[in-house]
């Protein structure tokens, strides 16, 4: 919890943007209720229960970088889908293709031209040759873990304290006094992930190399960066050591580049010259459509190939989905790499990462506080210490759940969307300056109020 924050004062700022929220949200409020009638909890999925006003705002239309709700309130969207929506909402070269798809099949189960461009696209960028297709990064992660787990016939994989890889079980666990613990909240878990799973610390090389030397880690599933506990990067020369330490032991490493692909256009195993096994992403691939994929280097498709030949039939065999590899998919992919995720959009989007980070600067200098601001690419992010975090367990203590909901809920008052979990922005190529000055602004106006 932040020290230098009034919490008597915190509160009752925090009483006043709420009856404002209610205020200016009548019909937000209208549906929640209509909600709760055939939808658990009011929402149909459990994280939109997280926002930080007493109820979500529910939404109209999103064009570019900007969503209206149903109240007729427009806001700028740095939330973008949590990365679904980084491409900005409902580009237009992507809706085109996607309509264009939809209207001569979206689902057959066989291949389409595309699939071939894409890969090839996705070799391009990010240096391995192989790729497969499903509809999520959580699936991405599930099946290339078990892809390592059948190679490698080893029981067990490596994941970095307070990670986030989507709802694969084996991730679901965390560090506390340094032993390893099912992660709080992790509901109905099919094992203790214990018997699954080791768990180090992000940037810790001698942790790193203590678990890996049982040997029986098939694969490490790491992001370059964590970037869902707040954004913390790697300490130089640390992914050297991981990768020299995964050789070492006989072990995978999978990049997971869901979010990290906000680094550039190969995400950061291009811009920092990573060399994984295997590569896993998903979220804005297809400008919103549901669409995924897993890539890797030629030893492990030898290696895939095998295992799968080998086995009676892989239909049943935990690595598929009906609907993986879909046309609609597929051509909103390549649309979507093709005009809108481009190099040239890359570079607009990181200058406006960093006028957004020097913008938040100038708040936290200007009013005293003992905040600082992180960058990853074109995503930014304000943490409540003096000091960013190098490990997953020391972001998760720098935590501070009651002030976030506060500076959420002021922005969203004033028009803007922050990711919710945590303080984070993302720059779309849709994102303009005077956005970028709008979030400036609010973000001034929330530590003005907190040091008055
Ligand atoms: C790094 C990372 N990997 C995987 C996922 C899972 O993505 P999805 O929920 O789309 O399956 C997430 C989701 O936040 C993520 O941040």
Same mark, same amino acid.
């Given at each position: ?100 798809? !939809?209207?001569?099949? #979206?689902?057959?189960? @066989? +291949?389409? =031209? ?5 890969? /090839?696209?996705?070799? &391009? $960028? ?98 370059? !960066?964590?970037?869902? #506990?707040?954004?913390? @990067? +790697?300490? =130089? ?5 991981? /990768?020299?330490?995964? &050789? $070492? ?204």
């Amino acid at each position: 919890m932040n020290s230098t924050v009034d919490r008597s004062k915190l509160a009752e700022l925090m009483r006043r943007e709420t009856q404002r929220f209610v205020d200016e949200h009548p019909k937000s409020a209208e549906l929640f209720e209509q909600g709760k009638r055939s939808l658990l909890a009011g929402v149909p999925m459990p994280w939109m229960t997280q926002w930080a006003g007493p109820y979500p705002v529910f939404v109209a239309g999103a064009e570019g970088a900007r969503f209206t709700d149903v109240d007729g309130r427009t806001y700028v969207d740095f939330c973008l889908g949590d990365t679904g929506a980084m491409t900005g909402h409902a580009p237009k070269v992507a809706v085109d293709a996607i309509a264009r798809q !939809a209207a001569k099949g #979206i689902t057959t189960m @066989l +291949p389409s =031209e595309d699939s071939i461009w894409v890969g /090839r696209e996705m070799a &391009r $960028r990010f240096g391995l040759p192989y790729w497969q297709f499903c509809l999520t990064a959580t699936d991405a992660n599930r099946f290339t873990i078990r892809l390592a787990r059948e190679i490698t016939k080893r029981p067990k994989i490596l994941v970095y304290n307070w990670c986030y890889h989507g709802s694969v079980d084996e991730t679901i666990s965390t560090l506390e006094d340094g032993a390893q613990r099912t992660r709080p909240g992790n509901i109905g878990a099919p094992v203790d992930p214990a018997l699954t799973t080791r768990v180090v610390e992000f940037n810790d090389v001698e942790q790193l190399e203590k678990a890996l030397a049982h040997e029986d880690v098939a694969c490490v599933l790491a992001e370059p !960066a964590l970037t869902n #506990i707040g954004i913390v @990067l +790697p300490d =130089e020369g640390y992914h050297e050591e991981l /990768r020299r330490l995964t &050789r $070492r032991y006989g072990t995978y490493l999978v990049i997971d580049e869901t979010h990290c692909i906000c680094a550039g256009p190969g995400g950061a195993t291009r811009a920092w010259g990573l060399e994984p096994d295997f590569l896993t992403i998903g979220k804005p691939l297809a400008s919103g459509v549901p669409a995924a994929c897993y890539g890797m280097s030629e030893e492990v498709a030898v290696r895939a190939n095998a295992a799968m030949d080998a086995a009676p039939t892989t239909d049943v065999g935990g690595v598929g989905g009906t609907l993986s590899g879909n046309a609609l998919s597929l051509a909103a992919m390549r649309a979507t790499l093709e005009h809108v995720l481009t190099d040239e959009a890359f570079d607009r989007m990181i200058a406006l990462g960093e006028r957004w980070t020097d913008g938040v600067k100038r708040g936290i200098e200007e009013n005293g506080l003992d905040w600082e601001v992180q960058r990853l690419g074109c995503r930014g992010e304000y943490w409540f210490t003096r000091t960013p975090p190098r490990t997953g367990g020391e972001a998760a203590a720098a935590d501070d759940h009651e002030l976030a909901r506060f500076t959420h809920l002021f922005a969203l008052n004033r028009g803007i969307l922050l990711t919710p979990f945590h303080n984070m922005a993302l720059m779309s190529p849709a994102t303009a300056e005077d956005d970028v000055d709008a979030h400036t602004e609010v973000f001034a106006e929330t530590a003005e109020a907190l040091t008055a």
